[in-house]
Each structure stands twice: as C-alpha cells, then as structure tokens.
T-cell receptor, first 112, second 114 residues
Framework: LAKTTQPISMDSYEGQEVNITCSHNNIATNDYITWYQQFPSQGPRFIIQGYKTKVTNEVASLFIPADRKSSTLSLPRVSLSDTAVYYCLVGDENTGGFKTIFGAGTRLFVKA | KAGVTQTPRYLIKTRGQQVTLSCSPISGHRSVSWYQQTPGQGLQFLFEYFSETQRNKGNFPGRFSGRQFSNSRSEMNVSTLELGDSALYLC?????????????FGPGTRLTVT
C-alpha cells in the first residue's frame, strides 16, 4: 500500500532551523504537497503548500525536488510554541484509485 | 467568518449501535473531507465530498458512509459500531479539492465505543 514516510520525532533548540522531510513515492501527477501543524486537542492547521521547486511564506519554506517524490518543510528559527506534530499531505495514485494520504506525523519538540 | 463546526463534540455509544456525525463547512467551501485520528494510526482519510459527490474514499469498511447536502453540510455515519471505532473524527472543508486547497479543520467529534 502506497504511503508517505516521515521521521517519527525530532528535537531542536529555540532559534535553530528545523527541516522535516516527507517521502511520497506515488504522489498523484497533478496534486500539490501540503503541510499541516497540529497541537494537542486541536485540528490540524495549514502551514504551506507547493507543487514543485521552492515555496516560502511568512512561517515556513517548502522544498520539492524535480521528481516530487519527497518534500522538505523548513521552519526557520523555531520557538517553544512550534512544539507540535507536523504532517505532510499528498494525493496518492495507486491501483486502488486516488487517495488522500496524510503522513504519520513528525513530533517536533523545541527546547529552551 | 465562522469556522468549521462539528456536532456533537463528544459521544459515547455501545458496540453494535450506529452513529451519525455532522459537519458544517465554512461558507462558500464546496469540499468536505472526513478523517479518523487515533493514537496508534494517526490521521486516516475516510472520504471526501465535493458538490454532493463522493470524490474519493479511504480504506475503511462499508460500515463507514457519508453524504453531503446541497448547502455543503456533510454527515458521516458508522453502523454496527466496534470498539476499534473509538477515535477522534475530524472534518475539514476547503474551497476546492482537499489536495489542491488549504483545508480548515473542525474541532472534531470524540467517539467512545463501549
């Protein structure tokens, strides 16, 4: 079964840059790659979305190589409030038809 | 504008019963997606509805079904509940298809099956 793969957890210190990579081998040809952030007891919240190359907004950057089989979320200068679970989301094409696939999530813990 | 709302917020049911969960999307959003979240399995996609049509479906048994009304509100039904159906059920709405647009998530319905 096609799926996405992310590291289970990461630790960082305040002020550092954090890079979280998601692999998605069966990404649908025409679909975007989207990243979400989730705090305990809340629904996920949109961070950034891209199709290819690099996208940047006020909170993050997203790097996507030409083959689009992976993507890297970059959080510059993290703070304690960035401690959360981060998910990548892609559309996945396989023999079972189109599916919306969330990664298992990466638990980021930012320390002072 | 108002966010995504889900009712009820908490629900306790017994094995074998059925349950209906409701989701009201953000005004103007035509897509509603449903997800199941458990500690062991993370966020699992259930299905997506766009303009009253099911666009795609995750790998869940037929006991899980849904529908979308002309005002974009959506319901999810689970029949013959099992203990393993205990989870947080999240719905999300978006302007267009979930993989193309930013999704806005509701607070979820926490279902406990005893």
């Amino acid at each position: 079964l096609a799926k996405t793969t992310q590291p289970i957890s990461m630790d960082s210190y305040e002020g550092q840059e954090v890079n979280i990579t998601c692999s998605h081998n069966n990404i649908a040809t025409n679909d975007y790659i989207t990243w979400y952030q989730q705090f305990p007891s809340q629904g996920p919240r949109f961070i950034i979305q891209g199709y290819k190359t690099k996208v940047t907004n006020e909170v993050a950057s997203l790097f996507i190589p030409a083959d689009r089989k992976s993507s890297t979320l970059s959080l510059p200068r993290v703070s304690l409030s960035d401690t959360a679970v981060y998910y990548c989301l892609v559309g996945d094409e396989n023999t079972g038809g189109f599916k919306t696939i969330f990664g298992a999530g990466t638990r980021l813990f930012v320390k002072a | 504008k108002a966010g995504v709302t889900q009712t009820p917020r908490y629900l306790i049911k017994t094995r074998g019963q059925q349950v209906t969960l409701s989701c009201s999307p953000i005004s103007g959003h035509r897509s509603v997606s449903w997800y199941q979240q458990t500690p062991g399995q993370g966020l699992q996609f259930l299905f997506e509805y766009f303009s009253e049509t099911q666009r795609n479906k995750g790998n869940f048994p037929g006991r899980f079904s849904g529908r979308q009304f002309s005002n974009s509100r959506s319901e999810m039904n689970v029949s013959t509940l099992e203990l393993g159906d205990s989870a947080l059920y999240l719905c999300a709405s978006s302007l267009g298809l979930a993989t193309d647009y930013e999704q806005y998530f509701g607070p979820g319905t926490r279902l406990t099956v005893t």
